[in-house]
């Protein structure tokens, strides 16, 4: 990316913050400055699935009459009733698995959602659900029958995604993070440290302070993986003016120096406050430019540039390390692939060929995909000719 393009980026990035700031506080925020544009705002505000509070902020400043306003009032409106749907369809399904036995456990932002000023600020791509992996199956033919519909490989990671159209997706995960996670094994007891409520309502929760831990794992997994954005620095700000002086900091302390998150804590911490109540100083720029210049779910040159970066310290050759990556996104281990390739389990000498099938595979449905990688390789390329 350009110097003068990741600049502007920068700027509309800092500006939406100081909208998001005003609007949480109830007040007005400054006008547009001079070189923003309402385009800019626009999908700078979609990128980081911020567009209902970011035009409850800046509606009164804009031409009513534009296209650009028009068509942002009316994902606005869409984002509210979306939300409504949401918490109605969450409410559902929590009495739904009751009634089937299966217990549930609500995450992220089933709960941060009511604690914003106003459910719409906080927008949600689907409802996260931590159920016990034994009633996955059983929970699958519930969502089947309840009208949703499975993406994608079921049991093929540590989720499930089931979607009902034209507002509802859900995420039924069996594990906090993916068995391969770093951090993977800390959590295999977090039905241990549940509770439920209401006895026999069959809907179990954390205590407030794994609920942050938990938030906070998922915001670095993201942030270090392919890059986060500015929703998961508000989520922080608002949960901590909501719970933060009931956590036990101890406590906090304890988890988090164990899963090596103590520092990012203060970080994030310090961010939030930066940005949602004294206002932005630049102060923490590199961390800030990775966050906006992100959007909500990071990108794919992010992504390659850690995943490369930790395999060139490893393998000390830039070329051997793209290799290495290249390989291991391809030839998967024989128990990923039987996830994909149910059938391997009795079958195993076939993986050959269902490791034929999948590079196929991967050209003819991911093409982009190939491009991108190949693009940011020769950009890599270039980079470290220039800099020898």
């Not at 923003?36 to 031409?63: C, P, V, W």
């Not at 831990?213 to 620095?233: N, P, T």
């Not at 961010?271 to 932005?280: R, S």
Request: hydrophobic letters at 35%; a positive charge.
């Amino acid at each position: 990316m350009k110097k003068d393009e990741k600049a502007r980026k920068m700027k509309t990035g800092y500006y939406l913050v100081e909208v998001l700031r005003a609007v949480l506080k109830n007040e007005t925020p400054a006008g547009i400055p001079e070189g923003i544009t309402e385009e800019e705002l626009h999908q700078m505000a979609k990128r980081h699935n911020i567009d209902f509070i970011a035009y409850e902020g800046l509606k009164s400043f804009f031409n009513e009459d534009g296209k650009i306003c028009a068509g942002w009032k009316q994902k606005s409106l869409k984002c509210a009733m979306q939300g409504v749907v949401q918490l109605s369809e969450r409410d559902r399904l929590y009495k739904r698995f009751a009634e089937a036995g299966i217990r549930i456990l609500p995450l992220k932002g089933c709960l941060l959602k009511e604690m914003y000023p106003r459910q719409e600020f906080r927008q949600m791509s689907d409802l996260d659900i931590l159920i016990d992996e034994e009633n996955a199956v059983k929970a699958r033919a519930l969502m089947e029958e309840d009208g949703y519909e499975l993406h994608g490989n079921f049991g093929h990671t540590n989720h499930d995604a089931y979607e009902k159209k034209p507002w509802c997706s859900v995420e039924l995960h069996t594990q906090l993070l993916h068995k391969h996670a770093q951090n993977a094994d800390k959590y295999k007891d977090i039905w241990e440290r549940a509770y439920e409520k209401k006895a026999g309502s069959g809907i179990w929760y954390l205590t407030w302070e794994d609920f942050y831990i938990y938030m906070l794992e998922h915001f670095a997994k993201h942030l270090y993986s392919s890059g986060s954005g500015i929703r998961f620095v508000m989520d922080v700000h608002v949960f901590l003016k909501v719970k933060g002086n009931e956590l036990d900091q101890k406590y906090l302390k304890k988890q988090l120096k164990e899963l090596e998150l103590w520092e990012f804590k203060n970080l994030v911490e310090q961010l939030a406050k930066n940005w949602f109540e004294d206002g932005i100083t630049g102060a923490f720029e590199e961390t800030e430019e990775l966050l906006i210049i992100s959007g909500i779910y990071g990108t794919r040159q992010q992504h390659y540039t850690v995943k490369i970066g930790k395999l060139q310290e490893k393998y000390r050759y830039r070329w051997l390390a793209c290799v290495v990556y290249v390989g291991k996104d391809i030839f998967l281990s024989y128990e990923r692939m039987c996830l994909l390739y149910p059938f391997l389990k009795k079958y195993a000498v076939l993986l050959p060929f269902c490791w034929i099938h999948r590079i196929l595979r991967i050209f003819v449905k991911n093409g982009d995909k190939i491009k991108d990688l190949f693009g940011f390789m020769g950009k890599m390329e270039k980079q470290y000719k220039s800099e020898q």
